[in-house]
């Protein structure tokens, strides 16, 4: 056991948290919050810290989180912890990137350097990146690292559907789906969406015969559920026998399932970066690989 290292986790993802622990073989504990009735956190923090740190969050529902977050990277210090690593599989505000009307703030920028003022080492998954290319300028510490989960995604689809034919709902998917498939020289293709709304899509597939053939809907993430459920009714119009979706975060937010499922999508697989039930694929070793090279 790694007694020089600690994982701290959370509530809501203890399980991850524990997964990640074992994968490095250190010791795990939970940081106990509360939340008063006027909506304010208290943190508590093992009395005792080793000087490593490892802080084990996925931040969706960020909001909360990142108080919550930067309140135990402030008390680890104080607690004698020197090197202090986020591993967070999915990492929020990274899609606001540029101020698209005036006035407005660029929260990758903002989030990213709180981040960074308070740990050294940021470790996530499939960051949603658009105009900046690579982690560390968003997230300026020491050491950001950028995981991909297309491998483990990969196997996952070999070991349970023959051959299927991988699409990208819209032209952001094209890396996701293209390191899904390459390795195993599946056909892939990409469509085009047009966004007309927060909640309202078209899509545009692209020419290929969809007739008879398993489509798997590979994105980084599942949101409202609208692109996927849209993208769907298209490739099943065009023929498909079978529609399933596999994506590496599964935000899916209000009714988002009920979405995709009225679309007549069969099957919704996802890692385990955000807890729901359709995790099935884990990242604690593809994680704890990581926070070793550290």
């Not at 940081?31 to 956190?41: Q, Y």
Request: aromatic share 4%; charged share 25%; proline share 5%.
């Amino acid at each position: 056991m790694t007694e020089s290292l600690l994982v701290l986790g959370f509530p809501e993802y203890s399980e991850q948290a524990r997964r990640l622990a074992d994968a490095l073989d250190a010791p795990c504990e939970m940081v106990d919050t509360h939340r008063f009735p006027d909506g304010e956190s208290r943190i508590r923090l093992p009395a005792h810290l080793p000087r490593q740190v490892v802080v084990c969050r996925s931040l969706n529902d960020p909001d909360r989180k990142l108080v919550e977050l930067i309140l135990t990277a402030a008390t680890a210090r104080e607690l004698g912890a020197s090197t202090l690593t986020l591993v967070s599989p999915y990492l929020c505000y990274m899609r606001q990137d540029m101020a698209f009307q005036p006035g407005e703030a660029v929260s990758q920028r903002i989030v990213g350097r709180l981040l960074a003022d308070h740990f050294d080492e940021v470790i996530t998954v499939d960051p949603h990146l658009h105009r900046v290319s690579r982690l560390e300028e968003a997230v300026p510490t020491r050491r950001a690292l950028a995981l991909s989960a297309a491998g483990e995604m990969g196997r996952f689809l070999q070991a349970r559907v023959d051959r299927p034919l991988l699409l990208g709902p819209d032209s952001e998917s094209l890396q996701w789906v293209r390191a899904i498939a390459a390795p195993a020289g599946l056909e892939y293709g990409v469509a085009e969406k047009e966004r007309l709304g927060d909640r309202s899509v078209r899509i545009i597939l692209p020419t290929m015969d969809f007739r008879r053939r398993e489509v798997i809907l590979v994105d980084d993430m599942a949101s409202t559920g609208h692109t996927l459920a849209a993208a769907a009714r298209q490739v099943l119009a065009a023929g498909a026998s079978r529609v399933r979706v596999l994506v590496a975060h599964a935000l899916l937010v209000d009714d988002a399932l009920e979405q995709i499922e009225r679309a007549g999508i069969t099957d919704f697989w996802s890692t385990d970066s955000v807890p729901h039930a359709s995790n099935v694929i884990g990242l604690a070793d593809l994680l704890a690989r990581a926070v070793r090279g550290a």
